[in-house]
């Protein structure tokens, strides 16, 4: 089945620094999502971008299919970005069901 | 509008029992999926149900099983429950015509 892979495992910062989070997977998708998993659980959503480059104020992310991978980037980075920042790929003709990665633990010191 | 729901959001349950736990999607969502959270699996899909319907089925034992109902609400059901069940239960819904999903606050169960 399909691969999925994010680097680094961990990441510690300090604030108003900047960081890049790769996510890498081993077949073609037709959906890619990245979350930020927060202290009680839930997944918020980050971007849905199967391909391209989309901006959501300090947060970035690219997705570059044909060569399957995926980067978040984060800048100025504050101490509510900590958290658990996870990959999710969907694969054609498997509606719903969504792989995710092992997750990328970032923690922002003040 | 409203997210996606999920009750309970604790329950602890003994070896052996079973448990129900319930899912509302967003308004007009149709598709509803469930994921099991684990600190030594990660996040991995158990099924999706689309018009009452699954559709899609991880690799997960019979005794987890799920339904979907004319409102698209959705339960699913751990039957004869092991210790190794104890794990934060995500429901997720999307609507039909698109690909992203978006998840509820979960469900904790811890088995004792």
Not at chain 1, 62 to 79: G, N
Not at chain 2, 3 to 9: I, S
Not at chain 2, 62 to 82: A, P
Request: glycine share 10%.
């Amino acid at each position: 089945g399909i691969q999925v892979e994010q680097s680094p495992p961990d990441l510690i910062l300090q604030e108003g620094a900047n960081s890049t989070l790769r996510c890498n997977f081993s077949d073609s998708v037709n959906n890619l999502q990245w979350f930020h998993q927060n202290p009680w659980g839930q997944l918020i959503n980050l971007f849905y971008i199967p391909s391209g480059t989309k901006q959501n104020g300090r947060l970035s992310a690219t997705t570059v299919a044909t060569e399957r991978y995926s980067l978040l980037y984060i800048s100025s980075s504050q101490t509510t970005d900590s958290g658990v920042y996870f990959c999710a790929v969907g694969l054609y003709n498997q509606g719903g069901k969504l792989i995710f990665g092992q997750g990328t633990e970032l923690s922002v010191k003040p | 509008k409203a997210g996606v729901t999920q009750t309970p959001r604790y329950l602890i349950k003994t070896r052996g029992q079973q448990v129900t736990l319930s899912c509302s999607p967003i308004s007009g969502h149709r598709s509803v999926s469930w994921y099991q959270q684990t600190p030594g699996q990660g996040l991995q899909f158990l099924f999706e149900y689309f018009s009452e319907t699954q559709r899609n089925k991880g690799n997960f034992p019979g005794r987890f099983s799920g339904r979907q109902f004319s409102n698209s609400r959705s339960e699913m059901n751990v039957s004869t429950l092991e210790l190794g069940d104890s794990a934060l239960y995500l429901c997720a819904s999307r609507p039909t015509s698109l690909d992203e999903q978006f998840f509820g606050p979960g469900t904790r169960l811890t088995v004792l």
